[in-house]
Antibody, heavy 115, light 110 residues
Framework: QVQLVESGGGLVKPGGSLRLSCAAS????????MSWIRQAPGKGLEWVSY????????YYPDSVRGRFTVSRDNAKNFLYLQMNSLRVEDTAVYFC????????WGRGTLVTVSS | QSVLTQPPSASGTPGQRVTLSCSGS????????VNWYQHLPGTAPKLLIY???QRPSGVPDRFSGSKSGTSASLAISGLQSEDEAVYYC???????????FGGGTKLTVL
């Protein structure tokens, strides 16, 4: 069955960096677009990044563009999110999801940005 | 502030039918299909409806979706206690080149 497992979250100071990983299994990873989506405490869902199956097409919202970088390793079935210049408002649970809108999601990993 | 607008809360009694609404714009709901998700804290959001009204395998037919213009709705009939969750709508947004979500509706089964 399709499984997505995020890891790499934790506590980081403002201005710091963190790299999230998403291990995919149960489907042909290289066939699918993938997304990162986050949920800040008490808030709704917010799209963070979107990457095509080959990794050649990538989109970000203005809130993270220039600070976050999404990538993928189709040989290892991993999706990554490199987060730099982190801000307090980046505090959230980060989910990886299959496809643009997400038909399957992971359980998420918590990123806390605080001094 | 979410791009798609959902009422923050809704409620119903067991067996009742409830309808959750989602409002967007010509850039998202009107020009693209809508998904609905069920989310319980600490778990992975679960896809309930895709392409406006399609149900993935395993989703009961008590859940149904519809779309008209810039709005969409999710109906839940025969409400059960296990339906208590937060429900999110989502659609691709052509102006943002990415998915947009509603703020979620917390459904309480009284």
């Amino acid at each position: 069955q399709v499984q997505l497992v995020e890891s790499g979250g934790g506590l980081v100071k403002p201005g710091g960096s963190l790299r999230l990983s998403c291990a995919a299994s149960g489907f042909t990873f290289s066939d699918y677009y993938m997304s990162w989506i986050r949920q800040a405490p008490g808030k709704g869902l917010e799209w963070v990044s979107y990457i095509s199956s080959s990794g050649t097409t990538i989109y970000y919202p203005d809130s993270v563009r220039g600070r976050f970088t999404v990538s993928r390793d189709n040989a290892k079935n991993f999706l990554y999110l490199q987060m730099n210049s982190l801000r307090v408002e980046d505090t959230a649970v980060y989910f990886c999801a299959r496809k643009g809108l997400g038909d399957y999601w992971g359980r998420g990993t918590l990123v806390t940005v605080s001094s | 502030q979410s791009v798609l607008t959902q009422p923050p809360s809704a409620s119903g009694t067991p067996g009742q039918r409830v309808t959750l609404s989602c409002s967007g714009s010509s850039f998202n709901i009107e020009s693209n299909t809508v998904n609905w998700y069920q989310h319980l804290p600490g778990t992975a959001p679960k896809l309930l409806i895709y392409s406006n009204h399609q149900r993935p395998s395993g989703v009961p037919d008590r859940f149904s979706g519809s779309k008209s213009g810039t709005s969409a709705s999710l109906a839940i009939s025969g409400l059960q206690s296990e339906d208590e969750a937060v429900y999110y709508c989502a659609a691709w947004d052509d102006s943002l080149n990415g998915p947009v979500f509603g703020g979620g509706t917390k459904l309480t089964v009284l």
